[in-house]
């Protein structure tokens, strides 16, 4: 049974800083990573997708690396702000096909404070 | 292009009634996931949809709890003789059809946040 794992829980940091969320995943047969954003009361907004032969993805300030054979994900912001503040959510899909059930980590509420 | 469109947004139920939630997924998807979130806990799969078909309800409570993507309309989830515990919000995802260029990405919903009196 598949088992992701998301560190830290929360992270409050000042306005600017650089930062690393952590995800780990215990079955590495997956087919794709995909980080989400969730703001309070919304939603999840798709960040970056990595297929399992990918080994990083970027988009503007983000940065998403994958080790799929020691079961880890990164994801890094760059020159954070306040607007980045929300939970942030990392989900594996099982290996095999390009469907299935996502399995999701607890989540990391981050806050940035001006 | 329209996202992932539920509704209601809120449902407020007492104890006993019914709760059908709705789901209808992007324009040209045809894969449809229904996701739970109670209060403080994660998201956790339900139950895997494409049209007229159930593919994997693994995740769904064995009583009350139904699913269904008929041919026609959106898909629905439907809950029966509600209890506290089933507040929470429940989100709805969408994929493309499966095949060679399917990134296999999933796009949610805002979600329906069931209330339990």
């Known amino acids: 049974k598949q088992e992701v794992t998301q560190i830290p829980a929360a992270l409050s940091v000042p306005e600017g800083e650089n930062l690393v969320l952590n995800c780990s995943f215990t079955?590495?047969?997956?087919?794709?990573l995909q980080w989400f954003r969730q703001d309070p009361g919304k939603g999840l907004t798709s960040l970056l997708l990595?297929?399992?032969?990918?080994r990083e993805q970027t988009s503007g300030r983000l940065n998403a690396s994958l080790d799929k054979s020691s079961g880890r994900s990164t994801l890094y912001i760059a020159a954070s702000q306040p607007g980045d503040s929300a939970t942030y959510l990392c989900?594996?899909?099982?290996?095999?096909?390009?469907?299935?059930?996502?399995?999701f980590g607890q989540g990391t509420i981050l806050t940035v404070h001006p | 292009n329209a996202g992932v469109m539920q509704n209601p947004r809120h449902l407020v139920r007492r104890r006993g009634q019914e709760a059908r939630l709705r789901c209808s997924p992007m324009?040209?998807?045809?894969?449809v996931y229904w996701y739970r979130q109670l209060p403080e806990e994660g998201l956790k799969f339900m139950v895997y949809?494409?049209?007229?078909?159930?593919?994997?309800e693994s995740g769904m409570p064995k009583e009350r709890f139904s699913a269904e993507f008929p041919k026609e309309g959106p898909s629905i989830l439907r809950i029966q003789q509600v209890v506290r515990g089933d507040s929470a919000a429940y989100f709805c995802?969408?994929?493309?059809?499966?095949?060679?260029?399917?990134?296999?990405?999933?796009?949610f919903g805002e979600g329906s946040r069931l209330t339990v009196l």
């Open positions: 995802a969408s994929s493309p059809m499966s095949g060679i260029d399917s990134t296999g990405e999933l796009f």
């Open positions: 079955d590495s047969a997956i087919y794709n």
């Open positions: 990595i297929q399992s032969s990918q």
């Open positions: 989900a594996v899909r099982a290996g095999g096909t390009s469907y299935g059930k996502l399995t």
């Open positions: 324009k040209g998807h045809s894969h």
């Open positions: 949809l494409q049209k007229e078909n159930i593919i994997d």
